[in-house]
């Protein structure tokens, strides 16, 4: 009996998650960690903790930060003008991008005065931001804001500009008004720019928060780092460093993870 070759099932083998473009959180992941601190720990042996405290030292001060409750309070007072600059930026920046994406009057009008300020680095609005704002909350997340918001723009209008518009144009033959295209058609094809300028405004905003903090009136982490620089303290310096590490990748992570929630239809590796 022979066998009928269009029946043979054809099996594929699968593709290594590196291939597939997946995210490892396994082996791989946990060595370059650990091969970085060991780096240091090596080349901190060669200078004075005054210089360059390991890890070890580094961890030991944090802990003592942390028993003392000084890194938490700092943190938390910290993370309340982050997180709302960050939230009026995004307030900002999603709708002003889309309009620059869809529109081009909109788009011609915003553009030049967008990349102008964009070109401009984000310390230099510090001065102003002293005039306009004082010192003190108000301040920094004004300068949050500034830092955020043209960046996402940027993202956004991209995003929305590269919105395919065959589905755009199936909506409107089927009688989708404007809101309806934007909320069924436009809003989820922008999604993973809309992510993607979430993931760089999230970045962006512990980047302000720590410059504003030690460009303004010294408070929470920034005022941890420069008492810890008088005192040639390079672990409390470092330990600093280390936990808006953490945070900023803590903060990225989270928003992967909302994103692989939220777009199921993309592919596996597209992330």
């Not at 209008?157 to 590269?162: D, E, L, M, P, V």
Request: charged share 15%.
């Amino acid at each position: 009996m022979t066998a009928d070759a269009n029946s043979t099932p054809i099996l594929k083998e699968p593709r290594p998650p590196w291939l597939a473009g997946h995210r490892s959180f396994g082996f791989l992941y946990t060595a370059s960690i650990v091969v970085g601190l060991l780096v240091w720990q090596v080349i901190a042996q060669g200078y004075s903790s005054f210089v360059l405290a390991p890890p070890t030292g580094v961890a030991v001060r944090l802990w003592e930060m942390v028993a003392s409750g000084e890194l938490p309070i700092a943190v938390a007072g910290a993370l309340r003008h982050m997180v709302l600059g960050y939230a009026i930026a995004c307030v900002i920046a999603i709708p002003v991008g889309l309009l620059m994406g869809r529109l081009r009057f909109v788009h011609d009008l915003l553009d030049p005065v967008v990349n102008l300020v964009y070109a401009v680095p984000s310390v230099a609005w510090v001065p102003f931001i002293m005039i306009w704002f004082g010192l003190y909350f108000e301040a920094r997340v004004a300068l949050v804001v500034i830092m955020c918001v043209f960046d996402m723009i940027i993202v956004v209008s991209t995003g929305a500009r590269n919105a395919d518009q065959k589905l755009l144009n199936v909506g409107r033959s089927f009688g989708a008004g404007a809101w309806q295209r934007t909320r069924l058609i436009l809003l989820p094809e922008c999604l993973p720019f809309l992510f993607t300028a979430l993931r760089l405004g999230v970045v962006r905003a512990v980047n302000a928060m720590i410059t504003a903090e030690l460009f303004l009136a010294a408070a929470n982490l920034g005022s941890i780092m420069k008492q810890a620089a008088v005192r040639l303290d390079s672990a409390a310096v470092l330990g600093v460093l280390a936990v808006l590490c953490l945070l900023g990748l803590a903060l990225q992570e989270i928003l992967l993870l909302v994103e692989k929630r939220v777009c199921v239809w993309r592919p596996k590796g597209a992330s």
